[in-house]
C-alpha cells in the first residue's frame, strides 16, 4: 500500500510561523510512526506547516497526527480525503482524549501509542475492515523502537530534524499537562546504548531530546550524558527543577554537550504550584536553579503559565521582573489552557467557565475561559503585553547582559522569536498594535 502520514498544522506565536520560514523542528510522530511501517508499504511525509497537502494524489490511507490546537485542520484533511473514498486513521493527544469525536472525522482512532496496534491498522486496512478504535494493550516496550525515518523529511525546511527521544512518561501529574494522559505516569527509558547509537549516526552537531523529562531518573541520566561525552554534539532538552539542584549532574550534563533546557517554572506562586500538582518546584530554588545552569554554560528556556485561579493582572509584571533579574535566556509564556484529558479540563468543564471551543484557539496563546481575579480580556492583554516586553529589544539586551558562550545561540534565538511575534500580531493580533508599553493592561 501506498500511506500518506500527515501532521496538520496550527498557528502560535513564537513556534510557527507562515509557511515561506523554516520550522524549527519536524513533528517527530510521523517519521517514527513511517519507522514502525513494514517495508513492503511506501510512506509519505506531509507536515502541512512547511508542505502542501496534494489532496489528489494516489494514496491507499492516510494517517493524521494531531495536538488539540491543530484538530480542527486535522479534521478537515481527513473530510477531504474521506470524501475521495480514502480510509484515514487518526491519533496523537487530541483523538486519544476524545475519541468519539475524533470518530466523526475517521475510519478509526488509535488511543495512545501506536506501538503494537499500527501493523494490525494496516492488516486491517489491507484485508478491508478498519475496526472503529484500536489501543494497546500494555505500554510501549521501548528496548525495540525503531530508529525514526528521517530520510524521508525534506530536512532543507528545518533548522534540524535531529529529535531523538530517549524516555516516555513523566513521574509527576501536573493537572494542566498531557503527558501523563497519554504515555502514562510510569517514565519508561530507552537502552542508552540504543540512544547513542542513534545520535553517532546524525549528521551535524546539534541534537534536540525531545525527553519530557531527561533527568527525571539521575542514575540513568548520568550513565547517558557519560556516553555522549567525546561524540562532539551539542543538545537541548527539557529538565525538572527537582534534578537542577544536583551540581554534578548538571556539570555532566554541560560536558556531554548540554547547552540549554527547558524548565517549566509555571508560576512565582507557591499555593499555584501546590494546587495544580506542582508542588515539587520550590519558588524559592528557582534563582539558585538558573544560577547553576548558567555557570555551566547552560541556557535556560524559562516556561510561565498565567491564568491560574490565583493569578490577577500584577502577575504579568511581576514575572517580567523576575525574568529579567534572573537573564533567563529564553521566555515560554503561555495561557492556561484546558486542554482535553487535563484536570484542569474537568474542572473548569465542570463550573461551565469554558467560554471558547474552538479547537485552534488552544495554542497557549488565546484566552479560552474565565479567569477567577481577571477578566478574559484582560488575560488576554496582559499575555499580549508580556510577550511584547520579554520580547524587547530592551529585555533581550537585559537578559542576555553578560550571558558569555550562551549570547550567540540564545540571542539568534531571540531574535528568531520576535520576528516571529512581530508577524502574529500583524497576522492574529493588529487591534493591539505593535509598539510595546511600559506599564501592563490592567495594572
Known amino acids: 500500500m501506498h500511506i500518506t502520514l500527515i501532521a496538520p498544522t496550527w498557528s502560535s506565536p513564537l513556534v510557527h510561523g507562515s509557511r515561506q520560514l523554516r520550522a ?15 517495508p ?11 508542505q502542501t497537502i496534494e489532496y489528489d494524489a494516489p494514496t491507499d490511507l492516510v494517517g493524521i497526527t494531531m495536538m488539540t490546537a491543530a ?5 478537515r484533511i481527513a473530510d477531504r480525503f474521506r470524501a475521495r473514498g480514502v480510509p484515514v486513521v487518526v491519533g496523537g493527544m487530541h483523538p486519544s482524549a476524545l475519541p468519539e469525536e475524533a470518530k466523526e472525522h475517521a475510519d478509526a482512532v488509535v488511543i495512545g501509542e501506536a506501538e503494537g496496534v499500527w501493523e494490525q491498522v494496516l ?3 489491507r484485508d478491508g475492515g478498519l475496526k472503529p478504535f484500536y489501543r494497546a494493550s500494555e505500554p510501549a516496550n521501548l528496548d525495540q523502537l525503531p530508529v525514526p525515518r528521517r530520510d524521508l523529511l525534506d530536512r532543507g525546511r528545518y533548522l534540524t530534524t535531529n529529535l531523538v527521544q530517549t524516555s516516555r512518561g513523566c513521574p509527576f501529574g501536573c493537572d494542566f499537562c498531557t503527558v501523563s494522559n497519554f504515555f502514562g505516569r510510569a517514565y519508561r527509558c530507552r537502552p542508552v546504548e540504543q540512544v547513542v547509537q542513534e545520535v553517532t549516526q546524525l549528521s551535524g552537531r546539534t541534537v534536540i531530546f525531545v525527553d519530557d523529562n531527561i533527568m527525571a531518573r539521575p542514575p540513568r541520566a548520568r550513565e547517558l550524558f557519560s556516553r ?3 561524540l562532539g554534539k551539542r543538545w537541548l ?7 537542577l539542584q544536583d551540581q554534578e549532574l548538571i556539570s555532566l550534563a554541560a560536558r556531554s554537550g548540554c547547552r540549554g533546557l527547558f524548565v517549566g517554572f509555571e508560576s512565582l506562586s507557591s499555593d499555584t504550584l501546590k494546587k495544580h500538582g506542582k508542588s515539587f518546584n520550590v519558588t524559592a530554588t528557582y534563582g539558585d536553579a538558573i544560577k547553576r545552569l548558567h555557570d555551566n554554560g547552560i541556557g535556560v528556556i524559562g516556561a510561565f503559565i498565567f491564568g491560574f485561579d490565583e493569578d490577577d493582572t500584577s502577575v504579568f509584571e511581576r514575572t517580567l521582573r523576575f525574568v529579567e533579574k534572573n537573564r533567563i535566556d529564553v521566555i515560554q509564556s503561555s495561557i492556561l489552557t484546558p486542554l482535553p484529558g487535563t484536570g484542569v479540563y474537568r474542572k473548569l468543564e465542570a463550573e461551565g467557565r469554558i467560554v471558547d471551543r474552538d479547537w485552534s484557539h488552544y495554542t497557549g496563546g488565546y484566552a479560552v475561559f474565565r479567569p477567577a481575579l481577571m477578566s478574559v480580556d484582560q488575560l488576554q492583554d496582559g499575555y499580549d503585553w508580556l510577550l511584547k516586553q520579554t520580547y524587547s529589544l530592551r529585555s533581550i539586551g537585559r537578559r ?13 534565538i531571540n531574535l528568531a522569536f520576535r520576528n516571529r511575534l512581530a508577524e502574529y500580531f500583524r497576522r492574529a493580533r493588529p487591534q493591539l498594535g505593535s509598539t510595546p508599553t511600559e ?4 495594572a
Open 24 to 38: 524549527a523542528f519536524p513533528p517527530l510522530a510521523l517519521p517514527h510512526i513511517a519507522a514502525l511501517t513494514p
Open 40 to 50: 513492503e508499504h511506501r510512506v509519505s511525509l506531509v507536515d502541512q506547516s512547511v
Open 71 to 75: 484538530a480542527p485542520a486535522g479534521y
Open 123 to 125: 492488516a486491517d486496512r
Open 228 to 230: 555522549l561525552r567525546g
Open 237 to 243: 532538552s527539557q529538565a525538572s527543577l527537582t534534578m
Open 400 to 412: 542576555l547582559w553578560m550571558a558569555g558562550s550562551r549570547l550567540l545561540t540564545f540571542g539568534a
Open 439 to 442: 506599564t501592563p493592561p490592567g
